[in-house]
């Protein structure tokens, strides 16, 4: 039975799910999982330029963890299976009904704050403050302000900012996002033209870090601003930019999410 | 009209952001909850004479503004447009921050299911969100909470007036058909009802 | 009360300068003259009502203001309530501006990172910044630049005057990065991308 998803947008895999779940009143269990990810894939196809690698790499994650249970529940011999195992699986389960209910929860609030920012937009409040009347009974707010303090809170201002590190966190998984893996290849790139892969990643911390950065060349890659090279299996490869240095405006809208709107 | 009313009337009317009870009880030499008594009051008469604007109690203290059914008047004359609307996504995380916050960009995006930054960055440059701590573990992480603006556009005094987040926890029938679809068949071995409560202690304690 | 009574209630109370009748009249459709009688019953009626603040005409308009026997109320608030120093979020506004003149809002929230609008506005309200121009893009963003006032608390002739920045930024890639970043948010239509290319730089480093 083909599946279609007929609500245009999905935020992530969780409004996918919750859609499928409470809307239509499916078991996904007699829906075949290759409808969903069909369906999910034709939604992607519509959305188009704004395509979020981010939604589908977490969706095909929790996909996954669907077709877990789901071949389980298809083979023969459950019998067998070890009660650890089983029950390992019970909790993945169960991680994912609570992520979904409380993915729900902040869905079902941000309605409340949406109706409360509307209310409250009809109101304009007064800033206008004391005026001229009152401008000499102020306090002097420059008083120990200098054009040398000035000077040095510009400079501060115009340090780089500290280095984004990945958040790692007991709580949430790492995430580290491909998107953002793009933006950076596409400024730094251009003025390397060529480079070895394994440059690009030798401060990465984290393996997760190398993958992504991988994956973001592969993106690339498909979309021919890059030319990869590889001369023996497992030898080093190389990235050749192809576009010229200025041409990057591209990439960058590729990678901008398409959230506001 | 008492000196005390007055005079609450004549600092909020020359006060760029809310003034809060303290500070107005504070300048008139009366209690806190004197002030509150009279901001009441205060507020009162102006809808009892049905006035252009009204007194609220807004991001930590009184403010004056212009009455909600006044806008058609009001948005002709303030020229700088109203910011877009917010998008659902950016909502959600708004949400998320609201009410779990000091909060990493990493949690939000683990509740929500899909990276959080751009998002995030919209919140911050809307000024609704702002950085409040760094987070003590290895990463350092960033956490953020909500301003004295989002509590200003929300109408709101304190975080601790947004309905409790209880209210929004999916109804049992949810709840039901979540269990049911994610069932895998009927696992002889395990009880279902012990799931449930496995469910709502995940649940509860991440909440 | 009528609700052309109302709506000048609801406009005057926003304003941020002294609204005058013709503008009153056009907004409301009524005649200047109609608009005149308004005023003037409710002027009359804050003073009969014994208010702490009055509408009175000024500078071609009308305004609300506290009532002068609240002076010594309002002077304590004026002194006492507001923080007598700037902020370091305002003071770095105040340092952008200063350097970068003219420049809009987003601009200076591009640089710092964060929503701009509150800071500006202290400083616009302390009489240091003020609207210099308006951007000629689409947006007509207001630009800002430091008043007479600000070279006379600084004990400048002009900002020329102001320590050259060169003798502070190690190199250029700093202020490549500073222009990139005032270069994309003064692209119209996206506040979103400016901070995300801001981002991208950084990430760009971490590489």
Redesign the interface.
Known sequence: MPYTVSTPVF?????LLLH???SD?????EVSLADIVDGYVATLAEIGDGL?L??AT?FLL?ASV?LE??A??LLPGREAVE?EE??A???E??????????????????????R??D?????????????E???S?????????????????????????P?????????????V?V???V??????LPARRRVCFSE??E?AQERLEVIV?FLALLELYKQGYVDLEQATTFGTLEVIWLGDSANNAGV?ALV??D??? | MTDDAKAIEAIVMVAEEPVGAGLLAQLLEITPSHVEVLCHELAESYRRENRGFELVRVAGGYQFQSRPEMAPYVERFVLDGQNPRLSAAALEALAIVAYKQPVSRAQVAAIRGVNADAVMRTLAARGLIAEVARDEGPGQAALFGTTTLFLEKLGLYSVEELPPLADFVPGPEIMDSLERSLLADSAPQLDLRGAGETDSDVTESSL
């Open positions: 935020e992530g895999p969780f409004d499928l779940i409470s009143k499916v078991e996904l269990w979020d981010e939604t977490e929790i669907l249970l789901k389980r529940r009660a089983e029950l699986l019970w909790e389960r169960d991680l994912l009904v609570a992520r979904l209910l409380e993915c729900k929860t902040f869905k079902d609030a941000s309605r409340e704050l949406d409360r920012l209310v409250a937009s009809r109101s304009w409040p007064r800033r206008v403050g004391p005026g009347l009152y401008s009974a102020r306090p002097d707010v420059m008083a120990g302000v200098s054009p040398q303090l000035l000077a040095e809170v510009m400079r501060k201002v115009l340090e780089p900012r280095v984004a590190k990945v958040e790692l966190t007991h709580v949430a998984p790492v995430r996002s998107a953002e893996a933006a950076g290849l596409a400024v730094s690009l990643v401060r950065c960058e901008v999410e959230y506001e709107g």
